[in-house]
């Protein structure tokens, strides 16, 4: 199988992930992936093929040099994000993309048009996979682990590319922030890695938020409305007050490359009591501090301000920006930089308005910047991939463990 049959195939798996299961992976359509990639890599003739408990499947293709070059990795994740259903994915194939609107589904009138999205008319004359409008693609992250199996499978069928150890982890659950939980770094057991999970053709990054999760309960006083006064506290209200204490201007929506922001997630409940979620996300420690800061004083403000309510507060950090572990040893960053200048392909350094399994693996001792997938659009019914980037990032990976070979006679 070539990278785009593989990616065709993986993503007809459902392996959506679930927040509320409490379970690792939180989903068995991610275990049933696993099984199958299990049986691939096996047929491909890897070695230390591991799929363990929680859904980690980890494997080897062993060193074919006899030179002392550290052992790399090269991370993906199964599962597909929560947002938009991944059960039932019918991929499609435009052949020569002209640069007009794509109908997704005639019946519902779904169109990816480039007007909604003038990125798509970089890719005209290629060849794009897309969605028949009524799920998202998978490319993230399935076109990752397409991109890693195929060039395995080039690396063992092209003993004349010397190369070291490489190990390669598939991982449950990170779109809902766990796909590290379990790593086993340890047993990994290599120098550094790279997850190929970033979008489109070049990208390449190593700084990623410091983020971290909000939730704020209020207790009110509920009375009947027409003997309320000075006795009936609205929870409702208090907690519209709570978000209207947040800087408006700093919220996702308002926010681009490196300022950060505060994201209203969630606002439930009733006179009685209400809930309020967000999340906090800065590139910038001090700043990621501050903001925590200004949650904590609104919510101060509010308690004083509603004294017969209850306001409790809980703040936890999810993850932070992996530019501190990696910046150290910036020649890793180097060999994916230059891997793509020698294959054509212009790097794209950019931070992640976001996180990825590689943050938090990368302060867990396995410091591991981010590479393009190639996809586009994800998480929603227009994600798409342009088959020539899912290509290229196979022959990335193929040269940066050719590049770390080099590196070491």
């Given at each position: 199988?070539?990278?785009?049959?593989?990616?065709?195939?993986?993503?007809?798996?459902?392996?959506?992930?679930?927040?509320?299961?409490?379970?690792?992976?939180?989903?068995?359509?991610?275990?049933?992936?696993?099984?199958?990639?299990?049986?691939?890599?096996?047929?491909?003739?890897?070695?230390?093929?591991?799929?363990?408990?929680?859904?980690?499947?980890?494997?080897t293709l062993p060193a074919n040099t006899d030179k002392k070059?550290?052992?790399?990795?090269?991370?993906?994740?199964?599962?597909?994000?929560?947002?938009?259903?991944?059960?039932?994915?019918?991929?499609?194939?435009?052949?020569?993309?002209?640069?007009?609107?794509?109908?997704?589904?005639?019946?519902?009138?779904?169109?990816?048009?480039?007007n909604d999205f003038p990125e798509l008319l970089k890719f005209?004359?290629?060849?794009?996979?897309?969605?028949?409008?009524?799920?998202?693609?998978?490319?993230?992250?399935?076109?990752?682990?397409?991109?890693?199996?195929?060039?395995?499978?080039?690396?063992?069928?092209?003993?004349?590319?010397?190369?070291?150890?490489?190990?390669?982890?598939?991982?449950?659950?990170?779109?809902?922030?766990?796909?590290?939980?379990?790593?086993?770094?340890?047993?990994?057991?290599?120098?550094?890695?790279?997850?190929?999970?970033?979008?489109?053709?070049?990208?390449?990054?190593?700084?990623?938020?410091?983020?971290?999760?909000?939730?704020?309960?209020?207790?009110g006083r509920s009375v009947h409305p027409g003997s309320a006064?000075?006795?009936?506290?609205?929870?409702?209200?208090?907690?519209?007050?709570?978000?209207?204490?947040?800087?408006?201007?700093?919220?996702?929506?308002?926010?681009?490359?490196?300022?950060?922001?505060?994201?209203?997630?969630?606002?439930?409940?009733?006179?009685?009591?209400?809930?309020?979620?967000?999340?906090?996300?800065?590139?910038?420690?001090?700043?990621?501090?501050?903001?925590?800061?200004?949650?904590?004083?609104?919510?101060?403000?509010?308690?004083?301000?509603?004294?017969?309510?209850?306001?409790?507060?809980?703040?936890?950090?999810?993850?932070?920006?992996?530019?501190?572990?990696?910046?150290?040893?910036?020649?890793?960053?180097?060999?994916?930089?230059?891997?793509?200048?020698?294959?054509?392909?212009?790097?794209?350094?950019?931070?992640?308005?976001?996180?990825?399994?590689?943050?938090?693996?990368?302060?867990?001792?396995?410091?591991?910047?981010?590479?393009?997938?190639?996809?586009?659009?994800?998480?929603?019914?227009?994600?798409?991939?342009?088959?020539?980037?899912?290509?290229?990032?196979?022959?990335?990976?193929?040269?940066?463990?050719?590049?770390?070979?080099?590196?070491?006679?």
């Amino acid at each position: 199988m070539n990278v785009v049959d593989r990616f065709i195939k993986y993503v007809k798996f459902d392996t959506e992930s679930n927040t509320t299961t409490g379970t690792t992976p939180s989903t068995p359509g991610q275990r049933v992936l696993a099984e199958e990639l299990k049986k691939e890599l096996t047929e491909i003739g890897l070695q230390d093929i591991s799929l363990d408990g929680n859904g980690y499947l980890m494997a080897t293709l062993p060193a074919n040099t006899d030179k002392k070059v550290p052992t790399i990795g090269f991370v993906a994740h199964m599962d597909t994000s929560p947002d938009l259903t991944g059960k039932n994915v019918n991929p499609r194939i435009v052949k020569s993309y002209d640069g007009k609107d794509i109908l997704l589904n005639k019946d519902l009138n779904i169109v990816l048009s480039p007007n909604d999205f003038p990125e798509l008319l970089k890719f005209k004359d290629q060849d794009i996979i897309v969605t028949d409008g009524t799920t998202l693609l998978g490319a993230d992250d399935k076109a990752g682990i397409a991109e890693i199996i195929t060039a395995m499978k080039y690396l063992k069928d092209h003993p004349e590319i010397e190369h070291g150890k490489i190990r390669i982890c598939f991982t449950p659950d990170e779109e809902i922030g766990e796909g590290a939980d379990h790593f086993d770094v340890e047993k990994f057991g290599a120098e550094w890695a790279y997850t190929m999970d970033g979008g489109e053709l070049g990208e390449l990054e190593y700084e990623n938020f410091n983020a971290a999760g909000v939730k704020i309960a209020i207790q009110g006083r509920s009375v009947h409305p027409g003997s309320a006064k000075d006795k009936m506290v609205n929870a409702l209200v208090v907690a519209n007050k709570l978000v209207s204490l947040i800087p408006a201007n700093e919220r996702p929506e308002h926010t681009s490359h490196y300022e950060g922001f505060f994201h209203l997630m969630g606002m439930s409940g009733s006179v009685d009591a209400a809930s309020v979620s967000f999340i906090i996300r800065d590139h910038d420690r001090a700043l990621f501090e501050s903001r925590k800061q200004i949650m904590r004083n609104a919510v101060e403000y509010l308690q004083k301000l509603y004294p017969n309510s209850t306001i409790t507060l809980d703040i936890k950090d999810q993850y932070y920006n992996m530019r501190e572990k990696v910046e150290p040893v910036i020649k890793i960053v180097d060999y994916a930089f230059n891997a793509m200048q020698e294959l054509g392909i212009t790097p794209l350094v950019k931070p992640i308005r976001g996180g990825t399994d590689g943050a938090r693996l990368s302060f867990m001792g396995l410091p591991c910047p981010n590479i393009f997938a190639g996809g586009l659009n994800f998480h929603g019914r227009y994600e798409y991939v342009p088959i020539p980037s899912l290509e290229k990032a196979v022959k990335v990976i193929v040269k940066i463990a050719e590049l770390v070979t080099k590196d070491h006679n």
